[in-house]
């Protein structure tokens, strides 16, 4: 009991000077929320570092937000651990009460979908693309492995994996109550699997990571299909976007700019070695060099965007 007064009291303190902190004493005193920022009317984004995942950041390494509309929340990724979405959901209740009647999960990689498991007592529909059961059932394992591996025993408790429980052949629309959000499957490009929310409303455009800034992209599907998608995105008459990873949002389409520069490069330079018959290892070695100082996380992601690149444009 002391101790929950003394953590109460030091939360306060920390609150203090944040409005969104300061609102907070309705959640679990024992979870600290994430900072958010409200970037239109009622759509909140909390940024996740530029990083990987490490215990000291328990998974919090991508953009996650939420929507509120007259009835209900929506939320949008979730974070990497069980951790980060209980503080995401702390976030969520210190603006609102609202039930929480959507997670949609915009692909499946570990950093954006397992934090669900804390919104599961809220018994929401649990949304993705129709690919995405499938892609998480052949990866659960490993995803799991690797995560309780990076982030070490304590961020990694009660981490457990989600699949949706309502999909998106195509197009869906939710209601949130005075406010619609369109879902769409998008054919594969970052993965097979992602999915783009829409909030009209405020001409607000979650890309989840078909969308990265600053941070590298990581490519995980096709890179022909993602750069075909780029040209049909970039016409959605959206005012700003919310990338997977960089700034909580950026104005449309000029924020996707630099990425399908990188992507166009690495392309073409790949194609040029094909061509010369070089190896793939000769590429992942110097394709994409250029972009170096572009980019943070470079020596993380590059060469296995090339290795991916090489794979799928040798086959042309
Ligand atoms: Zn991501």
Do not use: C
Not at 140 to 165: D, H, M, Q, S, V
Request: charged share 20%; aromatic share 6%; net charge negative.
């Amino acid at each position: 009991m002391l101790f929950g007064a003394i953590l109460g009291l030091a939360l306060l303190a920390l609150g203090a000077g944040n409005p969104v902190l300061r609102a907070s004493a309705q959640t679990s005193p024992s979870v600290t929320p994430l900072e958010v920022t409200e970037i239109a009317p009622g759509v909140f984004v909390h940024q996740g570092a530029y990083a990987v995942f490490t215990p000291s950041n328990r998974g919090d390494i991508a953009n996650l937000s939420f929507v509120i509309g007259r009835d209900a929340v929506a939320v949008i990724d979730t974070g990497g651990s069980a951790a980060i979405g209980q503080a995401l959901r702390a976030a969520i209740r210190a603006v609102t009460d609202k039930p929480i009647r959507y997670v949609i999960n915009t692909h499946m990689h570990p950093d954006h979908l397992f934090g669900n498991v804390a919104f599961a007592d809220d018994r929401p529909d649990f949304i993705g693309h129709h690919k995405l059961a499938r892609a998480l059932a052949t990866r659960a394992e490993r995803y799991l492995a690797i995560n309780a591996e990076l982030l070490g025993p304590e961020a990694f408790a009660g981490t457990r994996l989600i699949p949706p429980t309502r999909v998106v052949q195509d197009r869906l629309v939710i209601d949130l109550g005075e406010r619609e959000l369109m879902l769409e499957a998008q054919p594969t490009a970052h993965t097979d699997n992602d999915l783009t929310v829409h909030d009209s409303t405020t001409g607000t455009l979650f890309l989840g990571d078909l969308l990265f800034m600053r941070h590298i992209p990581a490519l995980d599907g096709s890179i022909r299909g993602w750069m075909e998608l780029i040209n049909r995105l970039e016409q959605i008459p959206a005012r700003r976007a919310v990338p997977g990873h960089g700034p909580p949002s950026a104005a449309w389409p000029e924020a996707i700019q630099p990425q399908k520069l990188y992507l166009q490069r690495i392309s073409t330079e790949v194609r040029r070695m094909i061509k010369q018959g070089r190896s793939i290892a000769e590429a992942a070695a110097t394709v994409g060099l250029s972009e170096k100082d572009a980019w943070l996380l470079f020596d993380e992601f590059n060469a296995r965007n090339v290795t991916a690149a090489f794979a799928e444009l040798e086959w042309e």
